[in-house]
């Protein structure tokens, strides 16, 4: 196998085009999980169906893709990226698409299956491709140039979406995101560059089984699936629930999401530097006692001005994507190099599949009364409070199978820096 760092050096010009369009796939990715948030309210009146029948509708893609997603990881190894990314990014254009044409919820269902099993592998083949051809000391800034794709769907895209909803219909952000994946993929096929990726003599089953036994490792997957499930028993509903108990309309939607993602443009550089800067457990601690805040106001709001959704979503944007970035270091440092491909990919998986049961929850708990207001998304927000406190638990015990894990960059010495073998 290839040595865990090796790289193939781009010109400058060549990896920053590179870049954009790894960018521009995994904005489309992102844009096509989020897209179903605020669609709520009107798939579930155009179907017909309850708020748990909508939640099988957001769970589908992520279930699917984290089966396929594990799946992958035995498998993609032995083909070359590009070759890879654009046939995997091709079927998600053609299911994101078929999604749009969905005659009824179980035709809807099947189509976000597809989505989601070609849609999560074209995502690892993303993160794959990074580590391709960035160096290791700039990989970092690499993939956050990459990941800023949430925040962009965020102010643009959603937004985008809702407006083409409430002008024409559900159908055409399905159309939107497909008609982009089609220009993606023609770009994709002229500014990728053609790596000889594919690993000869690779052994995916013994690299399976010792990701997999590893202690520390379990550790780290157990805060990754929590982690997600928080935010995955809420925003199902936090588009419908504006709707429904808050008062907004479809296009004021446009304002909420806007907001939310712009504070978070903002927020996540603060965060990923004070990450760098402090102890990583004790930031994810103060962010999660944030987060209780705003999740104990977001699922009690009742009428509202469209200034009121703003602050709150914002709030509740911030507090949930700054819990995501000291958390997720730590999970990424408790993995030796050698593992790490491996590793992350397994750790997409189980996230996939934990956020795909929290949605699945969050319609145990919420139901619609006969005057179309949401109810027991209160209870539902203390199940979430519930996953904020488990997560720094499991955060804890992380940190104490692996200390390093969570020490700031500047304190950290030689011996934080042996590897986590040590604790099997």
């Not at 008062?247 to 990923?272: D, E, K, N, R």
């Not at 200034?307 to 979503?313: G, I, Q, S």
């Not at 700054?322 to 408790?334: G, H, L, Y």
């Not at 720094?392 to 992380?398: G, M, N």
């Amino acid at each position: 196998m290839s040595a865990p760092d090796q790289h193939h050096a781009l010109t400058p010009g060549r990896e920053r085009a590179t870049l954009l369009t790894l960018g521009a796939v995994q904005f489309t990715h992102v844009l096509d999980f989020m897209i179903m948030m605020p669609l709520g309210a009107q798939l579930m009146d155009v179907f017909h169906i309850t708020p748990a029948q909508f939640t099988h509708l957001v769970a589908a893609y992520g279930l699917s893709a984290a089966i396929f997603g594990f799946a992958g990881g035995f498998v993609l190894d032995r083909f070359d990226r590009k070759r890879s990314l654009l046939v995997l990014y091709a079927g998600f254009g053609l299911a994101t698409f078929a999604c749009g044409l969905a005659p009824t919820h179980h035709w809807l269902l099947a189509a976000r299956f597809a989505a989601g099993a070609f849609g999560g592998l074209a995502g690892s083949m993303v993160v794959a491709m990074v580590g391709d051809i960035v160096p290791p000391e700039r990989r970092g800034r690499a993939m956050s140039f990459v990941m800023t794709s949430f925040a962009v769907a965020s102010v643009l895209g959603v937004p985008a979406g809702i407006f083409l909803a409430s002008k024409s219909g559900w159908h055409a952000p399905f159309f939107m995101l497909g008609g982009l994946a089609g220009v993606n993929l023609i770009l994709g096929a002229i500014a990728l560059p053609h790596l000889r990726t594919a690993v000869q003599g690779h052994q995916p089953w013994r690299q399976m089984r010792e990701i997999l036994s590893h202690r520390v490792h379990l550790r780290a997957f157990a805060v990754g699936a929590v982690l997600v499930m928080a935010g995955g028993s809420l925003i199902p509903f936090v588009a419908p629930s504006m709707v429904a108990n808050a008062g907004l309309t479809q296009f004021q939607l446009l304002y909420a999401y806007g907001a939310g993602g712009l504070c978070s443009i903002v927020s996540m550089p603060i965060i990923g530097r004070l990450s760098d800067r402090m102890d990583k457990l004790k930031l994810l601690a103060w962010m999660s006692a944030c987060a209780v805040i705003v999740v104990l106001i977001l699922t009690r709001l009742g009428p509202s001005s469209v200034a009121t959704a703003c602050v709150v979503m914002a709030a509740f944007m911030v507090t949930m994507s700054s819990r995501f970035t000291p958390a997720m270091a730590m999970v990424t440092n408790a993995v030796a190099a050698r593992y790490r491909g491996g590793f992350m990919s397994v750790n997409a998986a189980v996230q996939q599949a934990a956020s795909g049961l929290a949605n699945v929850l969050a319609g145990i708990f919420v139901t619609q009364d006969s005057t179309g207001h949401l109810v027991g998304y209160p209870t539902l927000g203390w199940v979430a409070i519930a996953f904020f406190i488990l997560t720094v638990l499991l955060a804890v015990e992380l940190r104490a199978a692996a200390p390093h894990v969570s020490s700031p960059a500047a304190k950290k010495t030689a011996e934080d820096l042996v590897t986590v073998e040590a604790a099997i």
